[in-house]
């Protein structure tokens, strides 16, 4: 049995992480933890317990903790990378002031830690075409500097304390069911609603501009298969890079327009984003990932397509699923 305390619940990523554990383990407890203001509606609400869980309050992680028996805690609260540089001290306060709360926790009460890392813990100075699992680490962004700090302290508290943190560095991440806030990599997400709506889109990242992306489906799985993996097998613990596919918005809009041929975008590029990204690696290597917990994804960007707009049309115009 597996009891499991997500942080940062009905976030992109949480809203659907919450869902695929409560299936995964359905003899365990999967408590979804929000912040006021962010609370769990629908399936989420129903189909298991939340709690309010504010990552800068340790007695609240401590308490769910406690109350439900956690053995593992999936830490999803984040502050994206293009907030955190108009907000660097609240992305510090929760990237690396609630690691270290979820961790103390953690240690004191024997549970696991997963922590995503991400493609913005690379900077200017890595190799940017297949980015080496171990390279150069020096983000230029507030966003990578807490994801820089978090690989280096779950790797302390698992070298120090034994406690049992494993991570993967997530590509930008996409998905019909909740939008991201305040990332990069937003952009490929967006694209896909606006096609599915029949608007334009103005597109803030300019073309030849290659960042790894990846289909939600593909992400889940990942977080729970390192969670997973044997860890006699794991030589590396934080971070893991992990990768499907890598794209500008010329490849992501060609693509769409062999299903949406009259789909139209325009380039109106955001100075903030785009120095973002062009500090970000291209495209990673995950060798180490495939060969440490037999990582593989599942979708390209042909298959991604397809499987966005099919959803995003039943979304917002059902009478175009006939
Ligand atoms: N999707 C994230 C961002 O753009 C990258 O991990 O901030």
């Known amino acids: 049995m597996k009891n499991i305390l997500i942080i940062g619940a009905t976030g992109q990523i949480g809203s659907e992480l919450t869902m695929k554990l ?22 989420l609400l129903e189909s298991g317990p939340s709690e ?15 109350k439900y028996k956690i053995d593992s805690i999936y830490n999803l609260a984040a502050v994206l990378s293009a907030v955190a540089e108009t907000k660097p001290q609240l992305a510090w306060k929760i990237g690396v002031g609630g690691l270290y709360n979820v961790l103390e ?137 992990i990768a499907s596919m890598s794209f500008d918005p010329e490849m992501i809009v060609a693509e769409i327009k062999n299903a949406v041929p009259d789909f139209c975008m325009e380039y109106k590029p955001d100075p903030l984003r785009q120095a973002i990204a062009d500090s970000w690696p291209d495209s990673l290597d995950d060798s180490c990932a495939r060969s440490e917990w037999d990582w593989k994804p599942e979708y390209d960007l042909k298959g991604m397509t397809a499987d966005m707009l099919k959803h995003l049309y039943l979304k917002f115009k059902p009478e175009n699923t006939k």
């Open 22 to 43: 409560r299936s995964t383990y359905p003899n365990g407890e999967v408590v979804a933890g929000y912040i006021p203001g962010a609370e769990p509606k629908g399936e």
């Open 52 to 66: 309010i869980v504010d990552i800068t309050n340790p007695q609240q992680i401590a308490e769910a903790v406690d």
């Open 105 to 241: 926790v953690a240690r004191e009460k024997n549970c696991a830690v997963f922590t995503p890392s991400s493609i913005g813990s690379f900077g200017p100075g890595t190799p940017k075409v297949n980015t080496p699992q171990d390279t150069i680490q020096r983000p230029t962004t507030m966003y990578g500097v807490t994801k820089v700090t978090g690989e280096l302290l779950s790797d302390y508290y698992f070298k120090r304390f034994g406690v049992d943190t494993r991570s993967v560095r997530f590509p930008g991440l996409i998905s019909y069911v909740t939008p991201p806030g305040g990332g990069t990599t937003d952009y490929a997400v967006d694209i896909y609603y606006a096609a599915a709506k029949g608007e334009k889109f103005y597109c803030p990242i300019k073309p030849g501009t290659f960042m790894d992306m990846m289909y939600m489906p593909d992400a889940l799985r990942a977080a729970i298969e390192i969670m997973e993996a044997d860890p006699s097998r794991l030589i590396h613990r934080n971070s893991f890079n």
